[in-house]
């Protein structure tokens, strides 16, 4: 099996796993949603950085006295609802900035598997149809509250 290091190498038109998604070697984090490779995500801009740390603050006082787990990107969503969990069936993996799991049983090593129960991104000019119509639809078609 070839070793997938570059975007080009993929079929822009083809269908992709979370199994697939494992394999490549890309230098820049992507995105799988329902099937497709979007684009690579930009590197978080200072501005982008101090919000996510202060909402991460804010956050992670409210779930001081709580079961609940804040998470950061880089770490995978993989959202499984009206698909199977398994890697070979999973067709949509996200690293939203900040999300909150409370069921320790969808989280492992490699991310969550299921949907959290919240999720932010933190949208900047570039990215604002992707976060506030694709990503919001993905994550309200798969459960997140």
């Keep these: 099996m070839t070793t997938i290091t570059s975007l080009s ?13 494992l394999t490549w ?7 799988l949603i329902k099937g497709k490779v979007l684009r690579p995500m930009a590197g978080a801009s200072r501005r982008h950085q101090n919000l996510s740390k202060r909402l991460g603050y804010a956050v992670e006082t409210q779930l001081r006295h709580s079961p609940c787990e804040m998470y950061f990107a880089p770490f995978d ?11 070979n069936q999973v067709q949509s993996v996200v690293q939203p900035d900040i999300f909150v799991v ?32 694709t990503k919001y639809d993905l994550y309200e078609d798969n459960g997140v509250r």
């Design 9 to 21: 190498q993929l079929d822009p038109n083809g269908s992709y796993t979370y199994a697939d998604y």
């Design 25 to 31: 070697r890309f230098e820049e984090f992507v995105e």
């Design 77 to 87: 969503v993989r959202l499984t609802r009206n698909v199977g969990a398994g890697d």
């Design 102 to 133: 409370c069921d320790p049983a969808k989280l492992d090593e490699r991310g969550c598997l299921g949907a959290p129960d919240w999720i932010v991104e933190i949208a900047a000019p570039g990215n604002l149809k992707h976060d506030t119509r």
